[in-house]
C-alpha cells in the first residue's frame, strides 16, 4: 500500500518518493512508495501537481485516484521514458487548490455538525465541484430559518478559531467515543477528525488544522432531493469568489433599472406588472383593430355567386392578427370566405369560411400544403399552413383562389 503522507500532515505541499511502478495503458501513470497527492474519495476530488526528478523532468499530475490494491495511482499529462523502479522523484503540490479543498473539506464538517446540533439533521452524502459543494441532508423539510441557523453556528465555530486534531483509534475505541458518522466495517484502525468539543467524524480526507483557517462559510441553494434535502455551500476563498459574482450580477441588474441593489426585485416585479397590462392592452386593441379592418373589408368586396370571398397577403401582420383577422371576417358575416396570407415573420396562410358554408378548408390546406411543401391543416370552417419562403406562399394563396373558383363554377 501507498504510504499516505497526507494522513499526518494535511499542509504537506512537497515531498521526496520513489518509482514503483511506471505504466502507458490506458494512460501514463506512476506509483510510488509514499505521496501527499490526495486521491479522489470520500467526497473530495483529487490534488494536481508536478512529479520532478534528478534528471531535470518536470512532470505534471492531473489526476490522482486510489486502486483496490491500496495504492495510489498518478495520471499524467504526457507519457513518459527512463523512469524504472527505485529512480528519486520529488512531489510538489498545487498548494492553492489543496487549501481550497481543505477549506470546502474542513467547512463541510462544521455544517454537518450544525445541523446535527440544531435540528438532529444527518448528513448523508458530500459533494465537491469546482466551483461549489453540497451536502445531502436526511430531512423532510429544511426551512430557510433552519439554514441560516446552520450558517450562523457553523460561522461562529469558523470565528472561534477551534483546533481540528487528526486522532488514530481502534474501531472498538470509535465505538466508545460516540462519532457522527461511523464507517463500514472495513479496518480495524480508524482517522478521526477532532474539531475541538463540536464534532467528532471518521474521515480519510485532508482538512485545517485551526477552524478560522476555514475562512467563512456561506450556504446558497436548498432543493429537494430524493433522499432528503440538497444545501448547497462555498467555504474560503470560493466564498469570497462567489459573493463578489452576485454582487457584479446584481449591480447590471440594478444599473438595468437604475435602482439600488436591493430594490432590483421590486423593479422587477413592477417591470412584470407592466409587462402583463401592457400585453392585455395589445390583446384588446388587436381585437379592435381586427373588427375594424374585417368591417372594412367586407364593406368594400362585392357579392358574387351569394358569397363575398376575402383575399390579402399582409407583410407587416404576425399570423395571430390575421387569423383574429379571419375569425372577425366569418363571424360578422354569413357568407364570407376569406383567404388571407402574411409573410412576417414566417410565411403563413389562412383559410376561413362562415359557418353553414360549402368548402372543407381543412382538406384544401392539406392539398396545398402537400403541393407546396409546407405542414397544416385545420377543421372545415377554418384551417392554417406555413411554407418555406414568400414565392410558395404567393403561389399557394394563388391556388386558394383557383380552387374556390373551380368549386363555385360547379354545376
Ligand atoms: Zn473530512
Excluded at 524504472?84 to 470546502?104: C, F, K, L, N, S
Excluded at 383562389?401 to 363554377?409: C, D, L, N, P
Amino acid at each position: 500500500m501507498t504510504d499516505r503522507l497526507y494522513y499526518h500532515d494535511s499542509f504537506l505541499y512537497d515531498f521526496d518518493a520513489e518509482v514503483r511502478e511506471l505504466t502507458d495503458t490506458p494512460r501514463p501513470a506512476l506509483v510510488l512508495d509514499r505521496t501527499a497527492f490526495y486521491p479522489t474519495s470520500g467526497g473530495q476530488i483529487f490534488d494536481t501537481g508536478w512529479l520532478s526528478t534528478a534528471s531535470g523532468a518536470k512532470l505534471r499530475v492531473t489526476e490522482v485516484a486510489d486502486r483496490e490494491d491500496g495504492k495510489i495511482v498518478h495520471y499524467l499529462e504526457a507519457p513518459v521514458k527512463d523512469l524504472p523502479p527505485g529512480t528519486r522523484v520529488h512531489g510538489q503540490i498545487d498548494a492553492t487548490r489543496r487549501r481550497d479543498h481543505m477549506q470546502q473539506h474542513s467547512g463541510q464538517h462544521v455544517l454537518s455538525a450544525a445541523f446535527v446540533r440544531l435540528f438532529n439533521l444527518p448528513t448523508v452524502s458530500f459533494h465537491m465541484a469546482d466551483d461549489y459543494c453540497s451536502i445531502d441532508l436526511d430531512a423532510a423539510t429544511l426551512t430557510k430559518d433552519q439554514v441560516e441557523s446552520a450558517e450562523r453556528l457553523a460561522n461562529q465555530i469558523v470565528l472561534e478559531n477551534r483546533a481540528v486534531d487528526i486522532r488514530f483509534v481502534t474501531r472498538d475505541e470509535a465505538a466508545q467515543l460516540g462519532l457522527r458518522k461511523l464507517p463500514p466495517a472495513e479496518r480495524d484502525q480508524l482517522r478521526l477528525i477532532d474539531i475541538r468539543d463540536f464534532d467528532l467524524t471518521a474521515c480519510g480526507g485532508t482538512h485545517v488544522r485551526q477552524t478560522g483557517q476555514i475562512g467563512c462559510l456561506l450556504l446558497r441553494k436548498t432543493e429537494k432531493v430524493r433522499r432528503g434535502w440538497r444545501v448547497e455551500f462555498v467555504a474560503g476563498e470560493r466564498a469570497i469568489a462567489t459573493a463578489r459574482r452576485d454582487f457584479t450580477t446584481l449591480t447590471e441588474a440594478a444599473g438595468l433599472f437604475s435602482a439600488h441593489i436591493y430594490d432590483v426585485p421590486q423593479q422587477a416585479r413592477k417591470s412584470l406588472d407592466e409587462i402583463k397590462s401592457l400585453r392585455r392592452q395589445r390583446e384588446q386593441s388587436q381585437e379592435e383593430l381586427a373588427a375594424a379592418q374585417a368591417a372594412a373589408l367586407l364593406a368594400e368586396t362585392p357579392e358574387s355567386n351569394g358569397r363575398k370571398l376575402v383575399v390579402r397577403t399582409y407583410t407587416d401582420r404576425d399570423l395571430n392578427f390575421v387569423k383574429l383577422l379571419a375569425q372577425k371576417l366569418v363571424r360578422l358575416s354569413s357568407n364570407a370566405v376569406a383567404l388571407l396570407a402574411t409573410t412576417s415573420p414566417q410565411p403563413s396562410l389562412l383559410a376561413a369560411q362562415s359557418a353553414g358554408q360549402p368548402y372543407d378548408m381543412g382538406t384544401l390546406m392539406k392539398e396545398l400544403m402537400a403541393r407546396f411543401g409546407g405542414r397544416g391543416g385545420g377543421s372545415k370552417d377554418m384551417a392554417q399552413g406555413g411554407v418555406a419562403d414568400p414565392e410558395k406562399l404567393a403561389a399557394a394563396l394563388a391556388d386558394a383562389v383557383r380552387a374556390i373558383g373551380a368549386a363555385e363554377t360547379k354545376p
